[in-house]
């Protein structure tokens, strides 16, 4: 098979996430700038809180679902579980990103034929998920109103990402941690943090599949008080035809996706139904990865019981490259945030060895109705 090594941005940003893990000899040297960024961004947030720089206040309640650990940490599926869960309460909810990669100026509403060039992977994911409202654009506050006057119906707004955007006040902050919990320490660019661990918020969110006191710890939140949230996936779809799903569990036995010999004799799992040398060779996988941390999808498969070769992606990845035509592979998996892009490209979309691997947020249906009782409680603007 074709090497696998990362694209030479993804290597980059692998190094950069190593050294911001610890307190080595590069992020020791970047140290002393770190303490000049931590300087600027309290005295933003300081100018903001004494209204000497202008932020606006929306007529409905705002939830901001954010992290201060740079890159990805969850912040889209925790978002569509808010979502579906504050729908389920008999709440309206609507979305506001900025889209990462977005070509929008002014807001801009996501639809069915948005693509990810024009609205961002993220948002059209959630809009694909979630059927709510979203909408994009640099200026939440801008973004958020023009959503309301488009959907007069929705109560609640929640911002995926945003949480260093000030010009838009907001009534609940969740900031979400993964397993890596803050790295470091240091901020930026010594270490992976916007702003210390110790900075306010209402919920704290951690993505991992174990709460140790050491990593409750890191995040700063109070003891008892971070909230576990764990990511699934159960099932794989093939792209080209998302009705075709099949259990990840099944992919890990030795046999191949189509009938086990050409007359077609199979089981209904997709077994051979002739035993020994009749038996197909097992699948050569290829799991594949352009988000903040690749590591956290290849963990989830390898708990699954799969055996595949890695090929992370810088975050955002917008295959235009086709890093997958060399690529000697029965099966490629990948996120439903890099299949929304995958789905809009042509030589991409019929490849049937392009496999999607959605995930769904467990957490505690108790951070909801916090949420909402505490949302209920805001006086509108």
Request: net charge positive; proline share 9%.
């Given at each position: 098979m074709p090497s696998t090594r990362p694209t030479r941005t993804a290597a980059l940003?692998?190094?950069?996430?190593?050294a911001w893990l610890r307190r080595g000899p590069l992020a020791c040297a970047l140290w002393p700038v770190s303490l000049l960024f931590r300087a600027l961004s309290a005295l933003r947030a300081r100018l903001y809180r004494a209204g000497l720089l202008a932020s606006s206040r929306l007529p409905v309640p705002v939830v901001v679902v954010g992290?201060?650990?740079i890159g990805g940490t969850?912040?889209?599926?925790?978002?569509?579980?808010?979502?579906?869960?504050?729908?389920a309460?008999?709440?309206?909810?609507?979305?506001?990103?900025?889209?990462?990669?977005?070509?929008?100026?002014?807001?801009?509403?996501?639809?069915?034929?948005?693509?990810?060039?024009?609205?961002?992977d993220e948002p059209l994911l959630i809009f694909q998920r979630t059927g709510c409202p979203v909408m994009v654009?640099?200026?939440?506050?801008?973004?958020?109103?023009?959503?309301?006057?488009?959907?007069?119906g929705v109560d609640i707004l929640l911002t995926d990402d945003g949480l260093q955007h000030y010009a838009l006040q907001r009534d609940v902050e969740i900031i979400l941690f993964d397993g890596r919990g803050a790295g470091n320490g240091w901020l930026l660019p010594a270490g992976p943090l916007r702003e210390p661990p110790s900075r306010w918020r209402d919920f704290t969110v951690i993505n991992a599949?174990?709460?140790?006191?050491?990593l409750v710890a890191a995040t700063g939140a109070a003891e008892g008080r971070a909230v576990q949230m764990q990511l699934v996936g159960e099932m794989a779809e093939q792209l080209r035809d998302r009705s075709q799903r099949r259990p990840l569990s099944a992919l890990a036995r030795p046999e191949r996706l189509g009938p086990a010999n050409q007359s077609g004799d199979s089981d209904p799992t997709g077994q051979s139904s002739q035993p020994g040398p009749s038996a197909q060779p097992a699948l050569r996988i290829v799991a594949a990865a352009?988000?903040?941390?690749?590591?956290?999808?290849?963990?989830?498969?390898?708990?699954?019981?799969l055996r595949f070769e890695e090929l992370p992606l810088?975050?955002?990845?917008?295959?235009?490259?086709?890093?997958?035509?060399?690529?000697?592979?029965?099966?490629?998996l990948m996120t439903e945030k890099d299949a929304v892009k995958c789905a809009r490209i042509e030589d991409l979309k019929d490849d049937p060895r392009l496999w999607v691997v959605p995930v769904t947020a467990r957490i505690d249906a108790a951070l909801a109705e916090q949420i909402v009782e505490k949302c209920r409680g805001c006086s509108p603007a």
């Open positions: 940003e692998t190094t950069l996430t190593r992290n201060i650990f969850g912040k889209t599926p925790l978002t569509i579980w808010l979502v579906q869960a504050l729908q309460a008999g709440m309206r909810p609507g979305v506001v990103s900025r889209g990462h990669g977005s070509a929008a100026a002014t807001p801009r509403a996501v639809d069915a034929g948005s693509t990810p060039q024009q609205v961002g654009g640099r200026d939440r506050a801008a973004t958020g109103r023009a959503l309301l006057a488009a959907h007069p599949p174990e709460l140790t006191p050491a352009g988000i903040g941390n690749p590591q956290r999808f290849f963990a989830m498969l390898r708990a699954a019981g810088p975050d955002h990845h917008d295959f235009l490259d086709q890093p997958f035509g060399a690529l000697q592979a029965d099966m490629i």
